[in-house]
Nanobody, 118 residues
């Protein structure tokens, strides 16, 4: 499956952005989806994950209550709604997909840059 992430940009602290991850080349509903981010000069870190059916979600503590992961299996797209953004959310954001609901992420989209100004 191929993934295309989009929706990044420059936003002021307290603002919102919605990232999209469009999938092609596979049966989207067979893949659990995740979002990860890599802040400047740091390692990639987990942000959020979503089961194949969308009934289970997981979040990093740093984004709980502010970010929401979702998916539209009819549109082959996963989303990350980011509210109350903070400067420390500045990073390249990547979407990933894995076959089934467990295991390593096998497929990755290119990053989309989110910059939050103070």
């Amino acid at each position: 499956v191929q993934l295309q992430a989009s929706g990044g940009g420059l936003v002021q602290a307290g603002g919102s952005l919605r990232l999209s991850c469009a999938a092609s080349g596979g049966t989207f509903s067979n893949y659990a989806m995740g979002w990860f981010r890599q802040p400047p000069g740091k390692d990639r870190e987990f942000v959020a994950a979503l089961s194949r059916s969308g009934d289970r979600t997981y979040y990093a503590d740093s984004v709980k209550g502010r970010f929401t992961i979702s998916r539209d299996n009819a549109e082959n797209t996963a989303y990350l709604q980011m509210n109350s953004l903070k400067p420390e959310d500045t990073a390249n954001y990547y979407c990933g997909a894995r076959w089934g609901d467990y295991g390593s992420y096998e497929y990755w989209g290119q990053g989309t840059l989110v910059t939050v100004s103070s």
